[in-house]
């Protein structure tokens, strides 16, 4: 296709195949509850537990999944591209590093990430946070959350983000329904640049006619398909 810098945003529906449940399912819950009663730092406030708790279950759920053949295409992408290459998820599962991406950014937070708020480190974290474990660093107590941007919270990189998606000759977002910004926003800053635009996505989504072309279809089947076209072209 000639291009040279590629960045790639990925959100839920890159993992759904693995059995990672999306964010905003026919019942508009997410596994139940309604996202602000989980992913706010209000929520945290008010309700500590039920906010780890929610967390702790979504980490240990990632030891039953596997990354599917989104994921290890765009690991041979990354592998494989000469030219600039960044992904961006959305995603706080860790089946992109698992499938061999590494020029990564998660821009939402990492579940197998634990901040510590009272000295402002960060941790690789396996286990739960609901029983308040000290933090390695600074061995407080009672001062460890899940390293997950909240909805008020700021996203993650967005300096050396933004300047990617500014200089890109193609920006591909796979798998997300553009109802969050600011990575909804990331295909008109794009697009401005000059880049062209492509979304893959199961069903048209909220961003759809502000891409260039939008495929439809299941990600395991349509980014291998990409990956495929941009690599033996
Ligand atoms: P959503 O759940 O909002 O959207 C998932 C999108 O994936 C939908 O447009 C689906 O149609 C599509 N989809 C589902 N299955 C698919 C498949 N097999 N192949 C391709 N597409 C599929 O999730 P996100 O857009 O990622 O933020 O949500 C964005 C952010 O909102 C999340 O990162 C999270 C959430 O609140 C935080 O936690 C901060």
Redesign the pocket.
Known sequence: MGHSRIVIL?????S??SGVP????PDGL?EGHR?EDV?TPEAFARDPRLVQTFYDLRRAALAKVEPNP?HLALARLDADWPGDLLLVT???DDLHERAGSRRLIHM??RLKSAWCTACDTRHGWEGALLDWPPCPACGAVGRMRPD????GEM?YDMARIERAVMACDLFVS???????YP?AGFVDLAGRAGARTLE????P?MASHRFDESRL????V?VPELVAQLLDP
């Open positions: 990925t959100g839920a529906g890159v759904a195949e999306t964010f905003r399912g997410w996202v992913a989104a959305q995603n706080v939402h937070g997950i941007v909240w909805f996203p796979i798998g997300t329904s553009g109802n969050v990575a893959l996505n199961l069903d989504s279809g299941p990600a395991g349509l």
